[in-house]
């Protein structure tokens, strides 16, 4: 899977920033279900927001999870995985002052949608209300706690949705596109549709990653963040 991932990069680098947005929030997601936490045991602090131990602890255990299951490496980097679950952790939390700042909202029946077409809860393809509770059970959690932290992170969502959804290609980068394509084509050959809208969306997602990535940097260098080193 390494070495996929790698050649995937060289010749594509917006899907290895994809799959890597997609890792984080996932262990983001799995390790903060918890409370928010109290400062008494929080190894970060977000503006009004912590990052508890167990919030921590959680991510951290699923990323190292991921590097010694999925990718199969023997000598992980302890340092690094830290990093990742610190790092993710604190982004979530600026995602949440974000989507506070911008005054969104989610609706009962946006959290109901997202919890019944979870497919970790459909058994035989539908949503099972018993089997949601036997899996939030399995993993100490009660509904009325999974359904608060699911609903923080679908205003994070909506707060990263705003950013991507206002990134648009500009003239230069339009005519940047229908050059390569005519390009691929070949000489005296007219280029595809389907080929030039293939290379319009690939432009589209990186620049929407970089505005992206661009904007949670300046969000984290605003914020008021601590970080309780030795608790990590």
Not at 15 to 21: A, F, H, M, V
Not at 145 to 153: A, D, G, M, T, W
């Amino acid at each position: 899977m390494l070495r996929t991932m790698r050649e995937g990069s060289q010749k594509h680098p917006w899907i290895l920033w994809t799959i890597l947005i997609a890792i984080t929030v996932t262990f983001v997601i799995v390790g903060a279900w918890d409370y928010e936490g109290s400062s008494s045991n929080a190894v970060a602090e977000v503006g009004p927001y912590t990052v508890s131990l167990q919030e921590y602890r959680r991510t951290y255990d699923n990323y190292y999870r991921f590097y010694r299951d999925q990718l199969k490496q023997e000598d992980i980097d302890e340092e690094q995985i830290k990093q990742l679950a610190i790092n993710g952790l604190i982004d979530a939390k600026s995602w949440t002052l974000v989507a506070e700042e911008f005054g969104l909202v989610v609706s009962q029946e946006e959290l109901r949608n997202s919890i019944v077409n979870q497919q970790e809860f459909q058994k035989d393809g539908a949503f099972d209300p018993q089997f949601y509770q036997r899996v939030l059970a399995n993993n100490r959690m009660t509904p009325g706690e999974f359904e608060s932290q699911r609903k923080i992170e679908l205003l994070r969502d909506k707060a990263r949705l705003l950013i991507t959804e206002s990134t648009t290609l500009t003239p230069a980068e339009l005519k940047e596109v229908e050059e390569l394509a005519t390009r691929q084509a070949g000489e005296g050959q007219e280029p595809d549709a389907s080929t030039t809208e293939r290379i319009r969306l690939q432009f589209l997602l990186q620049k929407k990653q970089r505005a992206l990535q661009a904007f949670q940097t300046s969000m984290r260098s605003r914020s008021n963040i601590v970080i309780h080193d030795h608790l990590l």
